[in-house]
């Protein structure tokens, strides 16, 4: 497999009011062909602040890419000017966003939004353009297309319109799609049906995905591979099924022990890791899980621990490394006792 | 949303219907009798009498109500009673509106013409040097009131340099409406041109606009196709506004330009307390603002499918 995609020590800040935000602190990761990458971490720890980087779509002002690489089908996607860059975005690589309800244009038919990405990258005329978005729609499963496709957003449900926004986003191959959080505001069922779609779609088109979300039991059977993000930071890094054998990372210990698993008996969800992460203006100079870490020793509070491999594949960014299988195996133990 | 049209259609006779009789009844118990009125102060209590009689105002309210209701369908609004004593009150209204109406179209299309491209540049070049140039000019013009910058306008381009016409009407293609357009249009285009610069850079944090930029879309295509228009819709609400106020003329403009429109009309009848002149012209504002709303109603259907499919 080759690499598609390569970010490299990545910076981004927000210069606001009350200060800089230091939103992305030299994240590296890297996207292999075909490959899916999930992107899990609690709320502002930057996972679309990174991706929106890499698409250079960052509002500036008040957003700044301060340093790094994003290395993308040999080119360095900071470096080629706004031109180069518009051709590649919609159409090497695409991006849905979390709420389709909003994403999309209320004013324009989905029609309309969907062949003006053929028009422009593909160079279509609008009857060629138009056949196709109708061949898209279909194929992310919107029935009656032909009638459809001139509807307003409005006129759709959440889920059909995230299949939209996918048709969208597929409509000229593009190598990588960046889906940031898809299904966070769709129901359940709906959920799994948009996970399953893109799969097909996936596998289909040869194309390579980065998944981002919440919810790391989702990622089980669509990643490859996880990065576990914390205050801008990549915290761990695996093969997905590593990741949930055996995390290394405390946070990614906490955040695997408060996914409630269906084999269980008690079903309730189990605690969320204690605590805030860290404001981001004035940024720790330690670990930065270190207020909210168990395992934390002096050292974590006055040194940031480097991103360091601790098995095949698998790396972790903490000067203690614990060994996540076994406590993960004690703390369920302990668990289902109190519970009896 | 076509049957809730029809509804609002179907209650315009009424509203109407409403607002005339509280105007009838208004000008029936309010002060000054119009053959009082006619006949002037110190006249014959017997002759008084005797007019109110023959003007049919001895009649019950209803009665009277129903004859003005009658008549008015037939253009008919009676007679001036003071002001153009015995002339029919529809002539002095059709030639003063046919100038309203045609000023303040001009300056209602002057308005959109300036302010909406003043606020685009404004959010275009938004908090640069250029958009505060903009919307300081913006926020001068609108606070700077009619009665003062008209009399400098005309002193500067009438007078001393001889540029401009002093005044009067000579329809839309004259010279003389320039002055009144450029007093009158000053206000609107500041609120058309803040209006659009604050809609626009809300539009432009949107996440469709977003969604625009990550599919690669032209700079400008995202601008004018997918902004712009999201901006624009609530503009409907102002030039509503304005479209219901074209039959209301502007009693300072009109009277400092010498402008024989519904201002000027308006201003004369109210201070003779000329009643049957007084009548037509709140029906006729009336009627002005619900035909503006019911317009506004439609266009909005028309520009935004979250409404038209309702
Ligand atoms: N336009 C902005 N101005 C200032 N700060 C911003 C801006 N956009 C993002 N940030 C900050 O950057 C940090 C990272 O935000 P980001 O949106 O990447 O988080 P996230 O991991 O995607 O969270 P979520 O799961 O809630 O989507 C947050 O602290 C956020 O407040
Ligand atoms: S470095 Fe220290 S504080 Fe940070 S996660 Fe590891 S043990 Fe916890
Ligand atoms: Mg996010």
Redesign the pocket.
């Known amino acids: 497999m080759g690499r598609l995609l390569e970010v490299k020590n990545l910076e981004t800040r ?1 210069h ?1 009011q009350d200060g800089t ?1 230091h ?2 602190n030299g994240v590296s990761f890297y996207v292999d062909e075909g490959e899916t990458l999930g992107v899990v ?10 991706m ?1 980087s890499v698409m250079r779509l ?2 500036q002002p ?2 700044e890419i301060t340093n790094g690489e994003v290395w993308f089908e040999g080119r360095d996607l900071l470096k080629i000017d706004k031109e180069e860059m518009r051709e590649v975005r919609g159409n090497r690589i695409a991006m849905i966003f ?1 709420d389709p309800m909003t994403s999309l244009n209320p004013v324009l038919t989905i029609e309309r939004q969907i062949t003006e990405v053929l028009e422009l990258h593909l160079g279509m005329n609008h009857q060629q353009a138009r056949a196709r978005a109708i061949e898209l729609l279909k194929m992310v499963g919107i029935p009656a297309a032909e009638e459809r496709i001139d509807s307003y957003p409005h006129q759709f449900s959440g889920g059909m319109r995230q299949r939209v926004m996918i048709a969208m986003g597929l409509a000229c191959h593009p190598r990588l799609l960046i889906a ?2 898809p299904t966070t505001a769709l129901d359940v069922t709906i959920q799994a049906q948009i996970v399953e779609l893109v799969k097909r779609l996936r596998d289909e088109i040869g194309m390579s995905v980065i998944w ?1 979300t ?1 919810d790391l039991a989702l990622l089980a059977g669509l990643a490859d591979r996880i990065i576990v ?1 914390y205050a ?1 930071q990549i915290v761990e890094s695996s093969p997905v099924h590593e990741l949930y054998k055996n995390p290394r990372h405390p946070y990614t210990i906490g955040l695997l022990q408060s996914i409630p698993r269906l084999d269980e008996k008690q079903r309730e969800r189990l605690q969320a890791i204690e605590g805030l992460p860290p404001d ?1 203006i004035d940024y720790p100079t330690g670990c930065p899980f270190a207020p909210r870490c168990r395992f934390a020793i002096e050292k974590c509070w006055e040194v940031d621990p480097p991103l360091e491999e601790v098995s095949k594949g698998h790396y972790s960014a903490c000067w203690v490394k614990p060994e996540g299988a076994e406590i993960m195996h004690q703390w369920h133990a302990s668990n289902t006792e109190e519970s009896q | 949303m076509t049957a809730y049209l029809v509804r609002r259609l179907l209650w315009m006779p009424f509203l109407l219907l409403i607002v005339t009789f509280l105007t009838f009844v208004l000008g029936y118990y309010g002060p000054g009798d119009p053959a009082q009125l006619l006949l002037g102060q110190h006249s014959n209590p017997e002759a008084v009498e005797r007019l109110r009689h023959e003007l049919g105002l001895d009649r019950p309210l209803l009665v009277q109500f129903a004859d003005y209701v009658w008549r008015a369908l037939h253009g008919d609004f009676g007679e001036s009673l003071t002001m153009a004593r015995g002339r029919p009150v529809s002539d002095l209204l059709k030639r003063s509106l046919s100038i309203t109406l045609q000023l303040n179209a001009v300056v209602l299309v002057v308005s959109l013409l300036v302010g909406v491209p003043l606020g685009v540049f404004a959010a275009l070049k938004r908090n640069t040097w250029l958009d505060y140039l903009t919307m300081t000019g913006v926020v001068v013009a609108i606070s700077l009131p009619t009665f003062l910058i008209a009399p400098i306008l005309l002193w500067l381009f009438a007078y001393k340099w001889r540029l401009l016409p002093p005044g009067g009407w000579n329809g839309i293609f004259s010279r003389n409406i320039i002055l009144p357009v450029i007093v009158m249009s000053a206000g609107p285009i500041a609120v058309f041109a803040r209006q659009t610069r604050a809609n626009l850079i809300d539009v432009l944090s949107q996440e469709y606009i977003r969604t625009a930029y990550a599919k690669g879309l032209h700079e400008r295509r995202i601008f004018f196709v997918h902004a712009l228009r999201n901006a624009l819709i609530p503009l409907l609400t102002i030039l509503g506004l304005m479209l219901g106020s074209l039959v209301v003329g502007s009693f300072i403009t009109e009277t400092i330009f010498g402008i024989p429109g519904v201002g000027r009309l308006a201003f004369q009848a109210f201070f003779s307390r000329d009643y049957p002149v007084i009548m037509a012209l709140v029906l006729l504002i009336a009627i002005g603002y619900a035909l503006a709303n019911l317009l506004v109603d439609i266009l909005y259907a028309f520009v935004d499918p979250r409404i038209r499919y309702q």
């Open positions: 927000f606001t935000v939103a992305v971490g609690e709320s502002g720890s930057g996972k679309s602040v990174t929106l960052i509002p008040p957003g979390q940031d959080e981002i919440h993000m801008g981001l």
